[in-house]
């Protein structure tokens, strides 16, 4: 999964988001570019309500990575 944070995004938000992961044993791999910043969930994110992390001050958009079959 990824999650993209907006553009205005400040540093709490981004912090409430990873917290929110961490605490429900994600692994967290954080992207910093000129504009965005993107981070990648590993682990079973199935178990993840996109709706409350979209909902989450900061954050643009959530994206599934599907299983390989």
Known sequence: MLI???KS???EA???V???LINRNFDIHQSTGVNRIII???GDTE???TGELEAMPGV???IRINKEE
């Open 4 to 6: 993209i944070m907006k």
């Open 9 to 11: 995004a400040d540093e």
């Open 14 to 16: 981004l912090d409430h």
């Open 18 to 20: 990873k917290e929110f």
């Open 40 to 42: 990648g969930v590993i």
């Open 47 to 49: 178990t993840l309500d």
């Open 60 to 62: 643009l958009q959530i």
